[in-house]
């Protein structure tokens, strides 16, 4: 008997797209279940090498006369142990002609050599002993010298030191593990003094072979106030703390898993309804021949989950092999050791393809209720296009949500301005959610306005095949609203993204111009007279003045700080240099934060004693948040004459400028500190409002880049969506693209009215997202900052202006293969049955 084949709905090859979007999506999720397994393994790894060589944790309270003991103290006696040595849980710093690094102290147990990659254990107090990553740190290896500095040094000396062994790095320590210093009993004395590493209430103790760590710290708990466990136990302890610092980072990855998740399952369930629309005669003629609801049901479920599964498989295979290439790539360029083999585990294999399967499944639920709702007479007739005629139900509670959920924002918004900062946060989120949910359900009423007025304006640049392009995306909103809503949600978030950043950004900028509107301010004791001519010389610094401090009495029990400053210079190098103008002799100018601190008023004149025994009039000038007190020379001088100290004010060059050309942050802060440690200079103080300046900026242009980086993944999807949706519509209009080419169309027109197309789903998408993205932008930074700062409302207009040409070129680019696809159809095929 002749075997029974299944009875398939749709070609598999129509599903290619649907299959690749699921492939993208799952991928994203094995990549970073894989990236959480290396976090964990190399968070794990990290915390294993403090434990190395020890079976139990020993900890005992130290008493203030252990604490005063200038001689090392005696190892805890453990019953069982067969060694006990001390943890001095301190980090020593160390520098070399390239570098300096903190590194922690491990001790070596007594007796036993260390495991060393090269070299041999340091035998006196001149040679040290580091592991591969403190080594690599400092630029050294067997036979170089480090130096001790007097500050980190026993005796407030400093010490040259020879490297004499190298240990080598932990396993597994993927992202970098701590850098350390491997002590032993030939150089404690002299690397931690004295107590060498003994005035500590941690130590570790190792068992007999064959010992069960376990059972010894049982009895040995809480006899002479020790507490002991097993460094299994401790370790699982320390790794778990590093892991919960890891929790928010891990939740913010979720979220874009989910967006990618969540958009992949609007394009899969755009691509199923299109394919069955088209379907709708074989359907009914399977109807027809006697197939139950629960049968076509079944063919719907078996087409969906051969999708899924074929997508979800291909998709954790990518992520893995995808993750295998970035750590062999990692190795090739030095950042790692040697080439690591991806951590795979049962559900870096198991998650992607049950998530894929499901998500496709689900999106598959709509579109099999419309399967099986297909009367067999529709065999018979033709099925004209669906027609929507007002809002309908969908669209009056999508308008509903969206009044409702921009309440809930401006709501929360005004929250946030009045002081009140978490219901404020949670009902401008809860807002952000129902507002976007409801664009989503009236996306349908919208496609067909939006689109006829963006085809009218494509209409005169492209002609005909433009105006032809828009009558397609118009005549089916449905599709054409699904393929949208995937390509907006990307857009949107990443809208909403680059305007929050920005206006967090200028907004922090501006609030620390307000604190602190010059970038260096260095108080000393003394100071050489050419100090600014130093500090301005420094690469990376614009300009550097002279000026001077000291404190007068203001009637409180803190005196108060002034720094002279003219205006001339204060204009050159302050932020803020509006300031100028209230600055003149007989007036101090300080910010409202210090004002109320010392209990003053804008406008409030003091008399306060000068230095010639005279009392001088001194006028309160209150300026936005400035935390300095300023007051010009000559009213310094006349308030303190010569009891001041020197102090210069400086001004970093622009970020972007000529001056500040390969120059960061980071080493003009370590110039300025190797100018004030020379000759001259004595109780140096700093305060960098520049550098928490740039900071910030820094930080926001990192976290921006990270997110808009995993958000390309969710408009990755989309675009194939726009892609997938257009190979759909030429399938589908196969008679009619036929009928076009027989009354003349060419094929460069055939395809560029597929071109326009794709253009036009990306323009709505993407005009749609990017006012929406700014309004939950703006509203959204005024709810997160608006309780702390006056919040600076600022839109990236090149960044938005980026995001729509690409989203443009990127419509285009999803039409050349349906574009060519159509341009093959042959006029003849007008007669042919589209099915």
């Known amino acids: 008997m002749a075997r029974r084949s299944p009875v398939k709905l749709t070609p598999l090859r129509r599903h290619v797209a649907a299959a690749l979007t699921i492939a993208l999506s799952c991928a994203f999720v094995a990549v970073m279940l894989l990236a959480g397994n290396l976090v964990q393994a190399s968070l794990r790894s990290d915390a294993a090498q403090q434990f190395d060589g020890a079976d139990l944790e020993i900890t005992r309270e130290l008493t203030e006369e252990d604490r005063a003991s200038r001689s090392p103290l005696p190892a805890p006696q453990i019953e069982g142990a067969d060694a006990v040595w001390p943890e001095p849980g301190t980090y020593l710093a160390l520098g070399s002609e390239e570098a300096e690094a903190f590194l922690r102290v491990t001790m070596q147990p007594p007796g036993e050599a260390p495991d060393l990659a090269a070299g041999a254990p340091a035998a006196d107090g001149s040679e040290v002993v580091l592991d591969q990553s403190a080594a690599d740190s400092l630029d050294v290896g067997l036979g170089d010298s480090v130096t001790l500095p007097a500050d980190f040094s026993p005796d407030g000396e400093e010490h040259p030191l020879t490297v004499v062994g190298i240990a080598p790095a932990p396993e597994g320590a993927v992202f970098g593990a701590t850098p350390r210093v ?51 136990a401790a370790e699982q302890e320390a790794a778990e703390s590093m892991l919960q610092g890891f929790a928010a980072l891990g939740l913010v990855l979720a979220v874009f898993v989910v967006i990618a998740l969540f958009t992949s399952a609007v394009v899969i369930a755009n691509t199923f309804a299109v394919t069955i ?157 129902v507002s976007f949910t409801g664009v989503l359900l009236t996306l349908v009423v919208l496609t067909r306005p939006l689109s006829a007025l963006l085809a009218r304006i494509v209409g005169r640049l492209g002609g005909l095949p433009a105006r032809i392009a828009g009558a397609n995306v118009a005549r089916n909103p449905r599709r054409s609203a699904a393929t949208i809503a995937a390509l907006l949600i990307g857009t949107t978030l990443m809208t909403m993204m680059a305007v929050g950043a920005r206006t967090a950004e200028a907004t922090l900028t501006s609030e620390l111009d307000s604190r602190r509107p010059i970038d260096l301010v260095i108080s000393t004791g003394e100071m050489p007279q050419d100090a600014p001519e130093q500090i301005a010389a420094i690469a990376g610094m614009d300009s550097a003045h002279a000026s001077a401090r000291g404190d007068i009495d203001v009637g409180v029990p803190e005196p108060m700080t002034l720094y002279s400053v003219t205006p001339e210079a204060l204009r050159e190098t302050s932020h803020r240099p509006e300031m100028a103008e209230e600055l003149s002799d007989g007036v101090v100018l300080l910010g409202q934060e210090r004002a109320e601190r010392f209990g003053l008023e804008d406008g409030q004149v003091l008399e306060i004693p000068g230095a010639d025994g005279s009392l001088h009039e001194l006028r309160v000038q209150v300026d936005a948040n400035l935390q300095m007190s300023m007051v010009t020379p000559a009213t ?76 390309a993944v969710a408009v990755l999807v989309a675009l194939v969506g726009v892609a997938n949706t257009l190979s759909l519509g030429v399938i589908e209009r ?102």
Not at 383 to 405: C, E, T, Y
Not at 667 to 676: D, F, K, L, R, W
Not at 784 to 792: D, I
Request: proline share 4%; charged share 15%; no cysteine.
């Open 182 to 232: 491997l002590v032993g009993e030939a150089n404690a004395e002299a690397l931690l003094g004295p107590g060498a590493g003994t005035l500590t209430d941690t130590w570790f103790a190792s068992v007999p072979e064959g010992a069960d760590p376990a059972a010894i710290a049982e009895r040995a708990d809480g006899t002479d106030g020790l507490s002991v466990r097993t460094t299994e």
């Open 277 to 433: 629309a088209q379907r709708t005669r074989s359907l009914a003629l399977l109807r027809t021949l006697g197939a139950t609801r629960s049968q076509v049901r079944g063919v719907v479920l078996r087409e969906s989950l051969v999708v899924g599964l074929l997508g979800a498989v291909a998709g954790m295979l990518g992520g893995h092999l995808l993750a295998q290439a970035a750590l062999a790539a990692a190795a090739g360029i030095g950042w790692l050791d040697g080439v690591m083999i991806v951590p795979v585990s049962l559900l870096s294999v198991l998650v992607p393809v049950v998530t894929g399967v499901l998500i496709t499944l689900l999106a598959s639920l709509a579109p099999m209720r419309a399967a099986t709702r297909v009367a067999p007479l529709q065999a018979l007739r033709p099925v004209p296009p669906a027609r929507r005629h007002g809002l309908g139900v969908q669209g009056v509670a999508g308008l509903a949500a969206v009044v409702l959920g921009i309440a809930a924002l401006a709501a929360g918004t005004g929250l946030a301005l009045s002081g009140r900062a978490t219901p404020g946060i949670l009902a401008a989120m809860f807002g952000g959610v």
């Open 734 to 835: 196969t008679g009619e693209n036929a009928l076009l080419r027989a009354l003349g169309t060419t094929r460069r027109q055939m395809r560029a009215m597929l071109g326009w197309e794709g253009i036009l789903l990306a323009l709505v998408g993407a005009v749609l997202g990017l006012a929406l993205g700014s309004l939950y932008g703006v509203l959204g930074i005024n709810a997160l900052l608006g309780s702390t700062f006056p919040v600076s409302i600022t839109i990236p207009w090149v960044q938005l202006g980026l995001v729509l040409v690409l989203a443009v070129l990127a419509g285009a680019l999803a039409s050349v293969l349906p574009g060519r696809t159509a341009a093959r159809t042959a006029p003849a095929a007008a007669l042919a049955d589209a099915e």
């Open 636 to 711: 310094l001088e006349d308030l303190l004459g010569a009891q001041t100290r020197p102090v210069v004010l400086a001004d970093f060059a622009d970020r972007g400028s000529e001056a500040r050309e390969g120059v960061d942050l980071r080493e003009i802060m370590s110039a300025v500190g190797e100018v004030t440690a020379g000759s001259g200079y004595s109780e140096v103080s700093l305060v960098a409002g520049g550098a928490e300046r740039e900071s910030y900026g820094q930080i926001l242009a990192v976290l921006l880049g990270i997110t808009v980086g995993l958000l």
